[in-house]
């Protein structure tokens, strides 16, 4: 099946003008014969810079109440699934760092961002639901969840074949060369830990100090890259992936408990952290 990356630009906040580059972007799709688009994080809207004073609460919409589906109407006349990323605002206030899934002429589906990070109003979400396509099963980790092990594991082992990474890279100042590293190669590490494609929508270009380089790619299960973007380009990436899990993946690396030692260690390590000074990390003996 036929997969799209979108890495658009890098809009001021509070614009909603991707709506509409996104619809252009559907009408690409189409003639392309792509079944599913992933855009940025907070492509609408923009992402809140907080240290900068900008606020998420200006740019969140309500689904209950129907607020983002007054936003995406234009989007949602297609048959090509599109996974698009804004800032949730619940019914009791709480905000959260969101990708809604658009299929069928609706608004399909809702995922929350699990990991927002530390000094944020955004909440994180406590889902990580496995959705279908057909018969394609995928999930959704959002931005800063690729750089952690969990997200992408537990909807590989829900079944998912496709995962798919709204991010949004515009909180840069100036992105080092190990961060652009990162960016480049977590998706890799994670399609090749769980056996799965990894789609990555970045944003791309500059907004005053910040920089956003675009890390947009789609990598299939062995770690290649089908399409890479431009740095700093707007670009739709389209590439044919594998539409379901592979019967015979390698087991490597999901195989741990043959090695009690080893699994027993590391499911400490994941309960208490890292941190030495905590008694309960105590005796994890490095195993030879």
């Not at 698009?84 to 809702?110: H, K, N, P």
């Not at 500059?206 to 990598?219: C, D, L, M, P, T």
């Amino acid at each position: 099946m036929k997969v799209a990356s979108y890495q658009a630009p890098y809009l001021p906040f509070g614009s909603m003008d991707a709506v509409g580059l996104i619809a252009g972007q559907i009408t690409a799709c189409e003639a392309e014969g792509v079944e599913i688009l992933c855009c940025p994080e907070s492509v609408i809207g923009g992402l809140a810079h907080e240290s900068d004073g900008q606020s998420p609460s200006d740019v969140a919409l309500g689904v209950d109440n129907g607020e983002l589906r007054d936003v995406v109407a234009s989007l949602l006349r297609t048959s090509v699934l599109v996974i698009v990323g804004f800032t949730e605002r619940d019914t009791g206030g709480a905000l959260y760092s969101s990708a809604a899934v658009l299929a069928d002429g609706q608004v399909a589906a809702i995922h929350r961002k699990v990991y927002p990070g530390y000094r944020t109003v955004i909440r994180a979400g406590e889902h990580l639901p496995v959705f279908r396509h057909g018969s394609t099963p995928f999930g959704i980790i959002i931005c800063n969840d690729i750089w952690y092990v969990e997200p992408a594991r537990l909807l590989a082992a829900g079944g998912a074949a496709l995962l798919f990474v709204p991010t949004n890279g515009g909180h840069l100042r100036a992105p080092s060369a190990g961060f652009r590293a990162r960016g480049d190669n977590l998706p890799i590490a994670r399609a090749v830990e769980n056996s799965t494609t990894v789609v990555v929508a970045d944003v791309a270009g500059r907004q005053g100090e910040r920089f956003s380089y675009g890390s947009s790619a789609i990598v299939d299960p062995d770690g290649i890259v089908l399409a890479k973007a431009a740095s700093s380009t707007e670009t739709l990436l389209v590439a044919d992936v594998e539409p379901n899990r592979r019967i015979e993946a390698d087991p490597r690396g999901w195989d741990g408990y043959t090695n009690p030692a080893v699994s027993q260690a590391f499911l400490r390590l994941s309960q208490y952290g890292r941190d030495g000074n905590d008694d309960r990390s105590q005796g994890l003996a490095p195993v030879d």
